[in-house]
């Protein structure tokens, strides 16, 4: 499985210059520039050419070389610590939001499996990890809404229904807005703990010796 964080992904090298993300890239295996593809995802209901994973083939076989337009082909990227090694600088480097991942760690330390998926259920960890990714396809069924109220307002500036354009304006503000406030949530710091846990705030900055929540109002 490939996973890269987001501070080592805005680290990397720009993939192409090209404002149309065309032209080449080394290819991980054999060295050589090759073309860069890009896969397709669906856009308004519809398969199109997206530019978020970016590939060059190679024989037969396909690389993975971009992320974002940034260059990964040749990066060494880092090893997942272990949870033992968990802190504000490493936190990125872990794989989260399944509770089977979780449930692997207490494994590890001696919980069984069955009490661990107990453990989760019962203080409301797999609810809020089913919240989290309900709340990221809220995200995208937004952001096609805003495609299709933006497109609703071309055509309505033909027409001659000032009211229901200034609808559309409004409504096309407020999913803004929406999307705007899910996003921050979502891309939220990783290092965080929940402001009205006051004990465990308490005791994530004594283990750690360092005053990163006890003393912070903040709601997160």
Request: proline share 5%.
């Amino acid at each position: 499985m490939f996973t890269i964080d987001n501070p080592t992904l805005t680290k990397a090298p720009l993939l192409t210059n090209s404002p149309l993300l065309t032209g080449e890239a080394p290819c991980p295996k054999c060295g050589k520039m090759h073309e860069i593809r890009y896969g397709k995802q669906k856009i308004n209901g519809e398969w199109k050419e997206g530019y978020t994973l970016a590939f060059v083939k190679c024989g037969d076989n396909t690389y993975l070389v971009g992320v974002n337009n940034r260059y990964i082909g040749k990066r060494k990227l880092p090893v997942q610590p272990t949870i033992d090694e968990v802190c504000e600088d490493n936190i990125w480097q872990y794989r989260q939001n399944k509770p089977s991942r979780i449930v692997d760690d207490m494994e590890k330390y001696g919980i069984p499996r069955e009490t661990g998926y107990k453990i989760l259920l019962g203080r409301g960890v797999c609810k809020w990890l089913n919240v989290r990714r309900k709340l990221i396809k809220l995200k995208n069924a937004w952001k096609e809404d805003v495609n299709k109220t933006i497109e609703d307002i071309k055509i309505a500036k033909k027409g001659d229904n000032p009211i229901y354009l200034g609808r559309l304006r409004g409504r096309l503000e407020t999913l803004q807005s929406c999307r705007k406030q899910i996003r921050e949530l979502c891309k939220s710091d990783r290092w965080a703990m929940p402001d009205y846990d006051e004990r465990g705030r308490r005791e994530v900055d004594k283990l750690w010796g360092q005053d990163y929540f006890s003393a912070s109002k903040e709601v997160i």
